[in-house]
T-cell receptor, first 114, second 115 residues
Framework: KAGVTQTPRYLIKTRGQQVTLSCSPISGHRSVSWYQQTPGQGLQFLFEYFSETQRNKGNFPGRFSGRQFSNSRSEMNVSTLELGDSALYLC?????????????FGPGTRLTVT | AQKVTQAQTEISVVEKEDVTLDCVYETRDTTYYLFWYKQPPSGELVFLIRRNSFDEQNEISGRYSWNFQKSTSSFNFTITASQVVDSAVYFCALSGRDSNYQLIWGAGTKLIIKP
């Protein structure tokens, strides 16, 4: 079974631009969660989607948004990029909704904002 | 509010030594879930274990074991006979109603196993 895939793996953007990250979950998994990982703040939950509906959202500004498609693939968008958005963005999938279950993570997208 | 503390920032041991990673948590919930994940240099977080608050039984999986003690709010992880491949950053995490069912992560412990 193929694992969680994230594209692109690396991205360099400048302040003010917007970016879209993609995540393909494990086949059959309908829950996709996104996390931001930075040296200063550590791992932080962004949001979770299940069957195309946002089920939970972390404490991030509205510049961070996401969506999920009918095939469970998910995208995350960050508008008006700031230097502080530089981070490793991790996507995780699960067969059940909610983070109380085992999650399978992708390799992440490393975003650098200059 | 929920909080997870991994006081050990970095641990370095020689291969074959046993090593324990500490995790202390805070929560007002009576029902909650605790997790351990491993993050090797490749970056992918790998699930190791999930424990709910009503199950205080210790768990052993090969060289890995976990000690859950509600009395001290701790969920410690021990690797027996460590191997170089165990080198990674290990994260403890907590979820429950108090965190709106979002995973609250510890800062992680970087484990270095020297050959």
């Amino acid at each position: 079974k193929a694992g969680v895939t994230q594209t692109p793996r690396y991205l360099i953007k400048t302040r003010g631009q917007q970016v879209t990250l993609s995540c393909s979950p494990i086949s059959g998994h309908r829950s996709v969660s996104w996390y931001q990982q930075t040296p200063g703040q550590g791992l932080q939950f962004l949001f979770e989607y299940f069957s195309e509906t946002q089920r939970n959202k972390g404490n991030f500004p509205g510049r961070f948004s996401g969506r999920q498609f009918s095939n469970s693939r998910s995208e995350m968008n960050v508008s008006t990029l700031e230097l502080g958005d530089s981070a490793l963005y991790l996507c995780a999938s699960s067969s059940l909704t909610g983070v109380n279950y085992e999650q399978y993570f992708g390799p992440g997208t490393r975003l650098t904002v200059t | 509010a929920q909080k997870v503390t991994q006081a050990q920032t970095e641990i370095s041991v020689v291969e074959k030594e046993d090593v324990t990673l500490d995790c202390v948590y805070e929560t007002r919930d009576t029902t909650y879930y605790l997790f351990w994940y491993k993050q090797p240099p490749s970056g992918e977080l790998v699930f190791l274990i999930r424990r709910n608050s009503f199950d205080e039984q210790n768990e052993i999986s090969g060289r890995y074991s976990w000690n859950f003690q509600k009395s001290t709010s701790s969920f410690n992880f021990t690797i027996t006979a460590s191997q170089v491949v165990d080198s990674a950053v290990y994260f403890c995490a907590l979820s429950g109603r108090d965190s709106n069912y979002q995973l609250i992560w510890g800062a992680g412990t970087k484990l270095i196993i020297k050959p």
